[in-house]
């Protein structure tokens, strides 16, 4: 037997997971051509719009060349027709055609100037190169492989919590983040989402955004603990969860009073606790509950204590 008691009730609790980066982003080929240089190498950090590499662009020169003279003739031909109109050489149909010729002469001369621009390979997002897969004379396809990219000046601590724990949760909440790896430093967490529903496993996945210091020691791939703190709670009645008949859902128990009498009792529970169970309504300090041996017994049953 046990005696029903309140007991501080501390909700700390810990959880581990895994570090991953705050941006990773895999570059690939846009066009086919041959790189004449590579900028960067692995290790180096690049910023946003940065150029990487160099891809040889003498067709789309032409390209551009041949796309500025169809446009500079379809400005011509279109002046000369909308001069005609008011002689009443041409038709308005005439002058509406040159004009729309004119308009696609334009688009086509900003394509070949965007393809040229495309040529010089940029960063899209601040990070440090984990992978270079190309060289200088590489002969690229649409679609191959030239960087990657990963920013790790904020990561995110990806864990998992069981009911319990999801429900003292909530976005936005703090956590303070360590390393597996460096104990000794500390780092602030934020929860920026908890998802709505359990895995395969009963546990909810949860994702702690991080900001690395100055040196980023925190690396993608790394094992990491982050820990909740909670205001200190009054003293609850905790229980055994064998205490319960069956489950913990059938919310009875059996206490036996001071004629070793069983009695069945019916409870409010609150929170589970790993194997304690809080009773909000039903039992008083100090009623013995009976732990083991209840599929025996009914209300009124008289129990041999066993000390």
């Known amino acids: 037997m046990v005696a029903a008691s309140k007991e501080p009730l501390s909700l700390d609790f810990s959880a581990n997971g895994k570090f991953a980066a705050g941006q990773e982003l895999r570059f690939a080929a846009e066009m086919a051509g041959r790189v004449i240089s590579v900028l960067v190498d692995e290790g180096d950090y690049v910023k946003k719009g940065q150029t990487l590499a160099v891809v040889k662009t003498d067709n789309l ?8 003279d169809a446009y500079q003739n379809a400005l011509r031909d279109k002046q000369r027709y909308e001069n005609a109109f008011q002689t009443g050489g041409v038709t308005r149909q005439q002058v509406d055609q040159a004009i729309l010729a004119l308009r696609n002469a334009e688009a086509k001369m900003e394509l070949a100037k965007i393809k040229a621009s495309d040529a010089n390979i940029r960063a899209s ?4 190169i984990n992978k270079r897969m190309i060289e200088p ?7 191959t492989q030239l960087f ?3 920013d790790v000046s904020m990561l995110t ?7 319990s724990q999801v429900a003292r949760l909530q976005v936005g909440a703090d956590a303070v983040i360590k390393a ?5 430093k500390q780092f602030e967490g934020k929860i920026e989402f908890i998802a709505p529903k359990a895995d395969e496993n009963l546990n909810f996945p949860v994702k702690i955004r991080v900001k690395n210091n100055a040196g980023s020691s925190l690396k993608a791939g790394m094992y990491g603990i982050a820990s909740f703190r909670f205001q200190q709670q009054e003293p609850a009645m905790l229980i055994p969860r064998s205490a319960f008949i069956g489950s913990v859902s059938s919310n009875q128990v059996f206490v036996a009073d001071e004629s070793n009498t069983a009695r069945l009792k019916t409870v409010v529970t ?7 169970v809080e009773v909000v309504r039903g039992l008083q300090e100090g009623e013995r509950l009976i732990v083991s041996g209840q599929v025996n017994l009914t209300d009124g049953t008289l129990v041999n204590v066993l000390q």
């Open 61 to 68: 020169a032409v390209d551009i060349r041949n796309a500025e």
């Open 125 to 128: 997002i601040n990070g440090i």
């Open 137 to 143: 004379g590489s002969v690229l396809a649409p679609g």
């Open 148 to 150: 990657e990219i990963v």
């Open 157 to 163: 601590l990806d864990i998992a919590v069981d009911e």
């Open 180 to 184: 597996s790896v460096i104990p000794d």
């Open 270 to 276: 609150g929170r589970l606790l790993g194997d304690k």
